[in-house]
C-alpha cells in the first residue's frame, strides 16, 4: 500500500494501470511522453479484441485518419406502454466505431507501443449493451505544469460510481484480460478510462467486486454485430469525428514529427496559426473589400478568446469561444474564415476505403444507410452551441441571383447612406479648419489671447520678449462639394461600373462614383456588393448632368480626374474638399483652377483604415422592397 500511494499508477511490482482522459491532444501527448520513461514488454487497452487487425493497420497509416466501424441491428423488440396492454415494435441501429486519431490517448499510447515493438493486448469486451463512460475531467492544459499522476488523482473526487450491471461486467471481463496478460508478461502497463480507473483497481485487488451483479445480461431484441471494418472519413465531417479540431490535430502532428520543436507548445501555437491562416483565406477572398487585419487586432482578438475561456472556467478555449471572439473582434466574414480553416486536415490523403460520413451523434454508410454512432473510447460528451453567421452564398445562387437582376431598378442600404453621410461631414469640417487656419493672423499679445497662442511667431520673435497670438477669421459659407478617391491610380478594369445617383431625401448628398461591378458579387436576392473607387457629394442635393455622360468634361483622361472636374463644375463653394492618398496633382489642380476651384487636400492617411475599408463596401438592392429583408444577408467584414 505504500508503494501505491508513492505511485498511484503502479499496483504491484508487474502492473502500472494509466487512467485515460480521450478526445484531448495534450493528454495524449502527456501519456506518450509517461510511457516514454517505462519499461514494459505488454500494453493491454480498453478495446475490443475484434477490432484489433484493423486498428493497428489504422494506427501504422497515422497521420491518415480511419474508423474502425462495426454495425449493429436489433430486431423486433416488445415493450408494454403504461397500461400494459399493447405492445410496440421498434427498430433501432447503432454503430460502435474506434477512431484512429493522434489526439486520442489510446490511440497515441497504442501508437508508441508499435513504435516500441511491444506486445498489444485488446481486452475489452464486444457487446452491444457497451454505454460509454463519462465523467467531469480538468482542462489537459493544466499538464504543462503538473504531472500525470497528480492530474489524475485530483479527478478522483469527479468520478462518480458504477453500479450499472453491464458496466460491473464490463470491468470484470477487462480485469480478466489484464490477468491473463500478467500470466504471460513480466511487466505490463494497463489503459483504462479515468471513470473506470478505482473501481477497476478495486476489482484487481478484490477480485469480489461486482459479484452481486448479474452477470446474464438480457440482450434488447435479437443482437446482431457486423465483423468490424476500417473505413476513410469524409473530409466535410472530420470536424464531428475528431477530438479536437481537424486543424489542431494537423498542429499536433507538425510538432509530433519536428524534433525542433516542443509537442506542448502545440496546445498554444495553434490558435496563432489558425488566427494566421483565416486572414490569409480571408484576404484572398474579399481583397479590395477585405479589412487590414493588423497584429494588434489579432492580439485583441487572442487576448478576447482567453477572457471568453476564463468566464467559462477553462484553461483552453473551445472552437465556439474561439468564433464568437473572432465574430465580434473583426466580423463575421473572417469568423466564417475562421471555421472553414478549421475544418481542414492538412495530412488527409485518400485510402482505397469506404467512406463514412459522421455528424452530431449519427454516422452515414456509403449504402446511404444511418447509425447512431458510439465511440468505443469513451470519449466525454460534447455541448454544442449555435452561433449566428451568415454563410456565403453558393455558386449556382450567385449566378441565378445576377439572372433575376432588374436593371432599371437601384437602390442602397441606408445604414450605409447614413455612415458615408456623416463622414462626409467629418471631411467638410475638417477642410473649412484648414481654410480658416490658412486665413489665420498673428499680432502681438495685449489684451486677449484671442484664438490661441502663435508658437512659432512666439519663437521667432523670442529676441524681444513678446507672445504673439493668433486671430483666425469666422468662417464665411459652407463647402459643397467633396471629393473621396480611394484608389489612386484608379485601373478602368477595376471599377467598370460608373453612375450618378440623386438623393432620395434632403439629408442625402447628390453621388456620383466609379466602383467594382456588384453584379459579380451577389450576397443575397436582389442583393450585390461593391467597392467604391471613387465618389464625389454635393450637399444641399441639387439636380445636375451625369457626369460620366457630360460632354464637357470629355478632356479629361482618368477616373480621378472625370470626378474632381464633375464636383468644380456643380460645386457652388470656393472651395472643394479632397480626401486621396496621395497630394494633388498638378493635372488636378489645373482642372480645379479651370473651373475657379481649390482643393482643399485631406490625407487618407489620417483616418483609420478599419473606417475607409467599411465606407468603401456598399450594397446595391434591386428595388427598395429589398430592403425589407436585406438585413437578414447584410453583414459587415
Known amino acids: 500500500m505504500q508503494q501505491l500511494r508513492n505511485d498511484p499508477f503502479r499496483l504491484s511490482s508487474r502492473l502500472q494501470l494509466l487512467p485515460v482522459v480521450n478526445s484531448d491532444g495534450a493528454y ?16 493491454v487497452v480498453p478495446i475490443p479484441s475484434a477490432f484489433r487487425t484493423q486498428v493497428l493497420d489504422a494506427v501504422t497509416r497515422l497521420p491518415s485518419l480511419a474508423c474502425v466501424l462495426q454495425t449493429e441491428t436489433l430486431g423486433w423488440s416488445s415493450d408494454l406502454n403504461s397500461s400494459g396492454e399493447n405492445e410496440e415494435l421498434t427498430n433501432h441501429q447503432r454503430a460502435f466505431y474506434v477512431p484512429v486519431d493522434p489526439c486520442q490517448a489510446v490511440i497515441a499510447a497504442i501508437r508508441f507501443a508499435i513504435g516500441e515493438h511491444k506486445q498489444i493486448i485488446f481486452g475489452d469486451e464486444s457487446t452491444a449493451d457497451f454505454i460509454p463512460l463519462t465523467s467531469l475531467t480538468a482542462d489537459a492544459y493544466a499538464l504543462r505544469d503538473c504531472t500525470l499522476e497528480s492530474f489524475a488523482t485530483a479527478m478522483l473526487p469527479a468520478i462518480a460510481p458504477i453500479d450499472d450491471a453491464s458496466q460491473v461486467q464490463r470491468i470484470r471481463i477487462f480485469g480478466e484480460s489484464i490477468s491473463e496478460a500478467l500470466s504471460n508478461h513480466s511487466k505490463v502497463i494497463a489503459l483504462c478510462p479515468l471513470a473506470m480507473w478505482p473501481w477497476l483497481v478495486k476489482e484487481l485487488l478484490e477480485p469480489t467486486f461486482g459479484s452481486d451483479a448479474s452477470s446474464d445480461l438480457k440482450p ?11 473505413m476513410q472519413v469524409d473530409e466535410r465531417s472530420l470536424l464531428f469525428f475528431l477530438s479536437e479540431l481537424p486543424f489542431t490535430t494537423a498542429v499536433h502532428e507538425q510538432f509530433r514529427g519536428d524534433a525542433r520543436k516542443n509537442p506542448d507548445d502545440a496546445s498554444i501555437d495553434y ?13 484572398a477572398d474579399l481583397r479590395d473589400r477585405a479589412r487590414k487585419i493588423s497584429p494588434l487586432m489579432l492580439n485583441q482578438c487572442m487576448q478576447y478568446i482567453r477572457n471568453l475561456t476564463l468566464l467559462e472556467r477553462r484553461l483552453s478555449p473551445d472552437f465556439y469561444t474561439i468564433v464568437l471572439a473572432s465574430k465580434q473582434i473583426i466580423g463575421d466574414q473572417f469568423a466564417i474564415h475562421v471555421v472553414e480553416a478549421a475544418k481542414q486536415y492538412a495530412f488527409d490523403e485518400f485510402q482505397e476505403l469506404p467512406t463514412v460520413r459522421f455528424g452530431v451523434s449519427d454516422l452515414a454508410l456509403p449504402d446511404g444507410e444511418s447509425y447512431s454512432a458510439i465511440n468505443r473510447l469513451d470519449s466525454p460528451s460534447l455541448n454544442w452551441r449555435n452561433i449566428d453567421l451568415n454563410p456565403r452564398p453558393k455558386k449556382d445562387e450567385k449566378e441565378k441571383w445576377a439572372m ?12 450605409e447612406d447614413k455612415a458615408i ?9 475638417r477642410a473649412q479648419q484648414i481654410i480658416s487656419t490658412d486665413l489665420a493672423q498673428s499680432e502681438k499679445f495685449s489684451t486677449s489671447f484671442l484664438d490661441g497662442i502663435d508658437i512659432r511667431q512666439t519663437l521667432r520673435h523670442w529676441y524681444d520678449s513678446q507672445i504673439y497670438v493668433k486671430r483666425i477669421p469666422p468662417t464665411v459659407g459652407r463647402l459643397d462639394g467633396c471629393v473621396m478617391l480611394f484608389d489612386t491610380p484608379a485601373d478602368p478594369r477595376d471599377y467598370p461600373w460608373r453612375a ?14 466609379f466602383a467594382s461591378n456588384y453584379q459579380q458579387e451577389m450576397l443575397g436576392p436582389g442583393i450585390g456588393v ?22 464637357k468634361l470629355d478632356f479629361c483622361d482618368t477616373l480621378e480626374q472625370r470626378l474632381i472636374a464633375g464636383t468644380c ?7 472643394v474638399a479632397l480626401l486621396s492618398p496621395i497630394p494633388p496633382t498638378t493635372d488636378w489642380k489645373r482642372i480645379a483652377k479651370l473651373f475657379g476651384k481649390r482643393l482643399v487636400h485631406l490625407p487618407l492617411a489620417k483616418f483609420s483604415d478599419q473606417t475607409i475599408q467599411q465606407l468603401r463596401m456598399f450594397h446595391v438592392l434591386n428595388g427598395r422592397m429589398v430592403r425589407s429583408y436585406a438585413s437578414k444577408f447584410i453583414r459587415r467584414v
Not at 421 to 429: A, G, H, N
Not at 500 to 513: D, G, R
Request: net charge negative.
Open 421 to 429: 453621410e456623416s463622414f462626409r461631414t467629418r471631411l467638410v469640417d
Open 530 to 551: 461593391a467597392t467604391y473607387g471613387g465618389a464625389m457629394f454635393l450637399y444641399p442635393p441639387r439636380v445636375i448632368h451625369d457626369i460620366w455622360q457630360d460632354e
Open 569 to 575: 463644375k456643380n460645386a457652388q463653394s470656393r472651395q
Open 271 to 283: 490558435l496563432k496559426r489558425l488566427l494566421m491562416t483565416a486572414r490569409q483565406t480571408y484576404k
Open 220 to 230: 434488447y431484441g435479437e443482437v446482431a454485430l457486423s465483423e468490424p471494418t476500417a
Open 404 to 415: 433575376q437582376w432588374n436593371p432599371h431598378m437601384q437602390c442602397s442600404w441606408p445604414p
Open 500 to 513: 450618378t445617383w440623386f438623393a432620395e431625401h434632403a439629408e442625402e448628398s447628390t453621388l456620383a462614383f
Open 28 to 43: 495524449a501527448r502527456a501519456i506518450e511522453k509517461w510511457l516514454y520513461n517505462q519499461e514494459f514488454d505488454a500494453m
